[in-house]
């Protein structure tokens, strides 16, 4: 079955710093590959995704290419702010479910 | 667009008693997903459905939780009887017949 590993948190960053969570999965096949974000209090939404080996998702200035060969999805963001502080989720999906992982949780300082 | 309801938001009962949480997926969405979170397990499959059917109940964690789901548009999990152990946020999730799931605000349970 589906499994993932993600880098294990807090990560604590200044304003304006480079980001890279690490993401690695293991699957049967070729998975859609899933970064989901949860701020506080709230549920959890699709931040960006890959259906397809060297696909790149991309959203709010995050970046995720789907590498077949390392088996992995990194999350990237050049210059992060205080309102990216969050809780990040990498989650490949095949057969109709979507295996999360831990979460990586994400401290901005101003 | 209304996206996915969960009722109650935040619930706390006495050990021993029976919990329902509710949700209403996105209309048109042909998977319903029921997740639980917790800080030492993070975030688990509990049951989803397709097309209202119960596809994979493997994550449902004992006798005491089961799920159903009577139309498209409206899913319970039942907790009877509930226990300290079964305190955590529990979240449907819904999507259509390609991968993305769409979440609801969870339910807050807290069992004393």
């Known amino acids: 079955g589906n499994s993932v590993t993600q880098m294990e948190g807090p990560v604590t960053l200044s304003e304006e710093a480079f980001l890279t969570i690490n993401c690695t999965y293991t699957a049967t096949g070729y998975p859609s590959l899933f970064w989901y974000v949860q701020y506080p209090g709230e549920g959890l939404q699709l931040l960006l995704k890959a259906t397809k080996a060297d696909d790149k998702g991309s959203n709010k200035g995050f970046e995720a290419t789907y590498r077949k060969e390392t088996t992995s999805f990194h999350l990237e963001k050049g210059s992060v702010q205080v309102s990216d502080s969050a809780v990040y989720f990498c989650?490949?999906?095949?057969?109709?479910?979507?295996?999360f992982g831990k979460g990586t949780r994400l401290h901005i300082l101003p | 667009d209304a996206g996915v309801i969960q009722s109650p938001r935040h619930e706390v009962t006495e050990m021993g008693q029976e919990v329902t949480l509710r949700c209403k997926p996105i209309s048109g969405h042909d998977y319903l997903f029921w997740y639980r979170q917790t800080m030492m397990r993070g975030l688990e499959l509990l049951i989803y459905f397709n097309n209202n059917v119960p596809i994979d109940d493997s994550g449902m964690p004992e006798d005491r939780f089961s799920a159903k789901m009577p139309n498209a548009s409206f899913s319970t999990l039942k907790i009877q009887p509930s226990e300290p152990r079964d305190s955590a946020v529990y979240f449907c999730?819904?999507?259509?017949?390609?991968?993305?799931?769409?979440f609801g605000e969870g339910s807050w349970l807290t069992v004393v």
């Open positions: 989650a490949p999906a095949r057969d109709d479910k979507i295996i």
């Open positions: 999730a819904s999507r259509p017949d390609y991968p993305g799931l769409y």
